[in-house]
């Protein structure tokens, strides 16, 4: 098993900035992948980026390339997420993730662990 917390999130300006974070406890080891998601009232959960707990690799969906960043302290078992020029398309539940390696990061059909949720709202 396998527990994720999240923080952070809240309201903002568009141009603004927000960093979202995840700590994952338990059976840490299994874990592989880790990943953003977002969803909107009435649409499907998107994925945002990702990260591998081994090696130096993430990935972006388009929408957040240049402007969100994401990071694993793998010391404290802690992902971030950093959203920078944020628009009021940002807006939308975000969620955490976690999952072993193979497939499509940026899927989540294939995460096994989800965090609680947090709401980002970007206001024009």
């Known amino acids: 098993q396998i527990q994720l917390v999240q923080d952070g999130g809240g309201s903002v300006q568009a141009g603004g900035s927000l960093t979202l974070s995840c700590v994952a406890s338990?059976?840490?080891?299994?874990?592989?992948?880790m990943g953003w998601f977002r969803q909107v009232p009435g649409k499907g959960r998107e994925g945002v980026a990702a990260?591998?707990?081994?090696?130096?690799?993430?990935e972006y969906a388009d929408s957040a390339k240049g402007r969100f960043t994401i990071s694993l302290n793998s010391a404290k078992n802690i992902l971030s997420l950093q959203m920078n020029n944020l628009k009021p398309e940002d807006t939308a539940f975000y969620y955490c993730?976690?999952?072993?390696?193979?497939?499509?990061?940026?899927?989540?059909?294939?995460?096994?662990?989800w965090g609680q949720g947090t709401q980002v709202t970007v206001s024009s």
């Open positions: 338990g059976y840490i080891s299994s874990i592989g992948v």
């Open positions: 993730a976690s999952r072993r390696y193979g497939g499509n990061w940026l899927a989540p059909s294939a995460y096994n662990y």
């Open positions: 990260i591998s707990t081994g090696v130096a690799e993430s």
